[in-house]
Nanobody, 121 residues
Framework: QVQLVESGGGLVQPGGSLRLSCAASGTIFRAEAMGWYRQGPGKLRELVATITRGGSTTYADSVKGRFTISRSNAENTVYLQMNSLRPEDTAVYYC???????????????WGQGSQVTVSS
């Protein structure tokens, strides 16, 4: 089995920073693309940022210049550094990883448990 365990959420004031981490564990041959999504109150889940195994990144327009996604291939971990946080960034943040469990298993998408990020004064 594969598990994604998130950490780092919490309460922060507007303009503050938080760093989310998501570590994949279990039977893992290779992690391909990894990313972060979020779901705000009364909203649909939306893409925040993605990163390929080679390090190419994409960001939602709303977070460009404020958030940075990174990863450690050796540790199967993805990070999201969030700076200049705004109240509208308040949401549950979910990590996602596309993982091959063996060399010929094909890949599956896995999700973290979700981390609450609240931006409020």
């Amino acid at each position: 089995q594969v598990q994604l365990v998130e950490s780092g959420g919490g309460l922060v004031q507007p303009g503050g920073s938080l760093r989310l981490s998501c570590a994949a564990s279990g039977t893992i041959f290779r992690a391909e693309a990894m990313g972060w999504y979020r779901q705000g109150p009364g909203k649909l889940r939306e893409l925040v940022a993605t990163i390929t195994r080679g390090g190419s990144t994409t960001y939602a327009d709303s977070v460009k210049g404020r958030f940075t996604i990174s990863r450690s291939n050796a540790e199967n971990t993805v990070y999201l550094q969030m700076n200049s946080l705004r109240p509208e960034d308040t949401a549950v943040y979910y990590c996602n990883a596309r993982i091959w469990r063996t060399s010929n298993s094909g890949y599956n998408d896995y999700w973290g448990q979700g981390s609450q990020v609240t931006v409020s004064s």
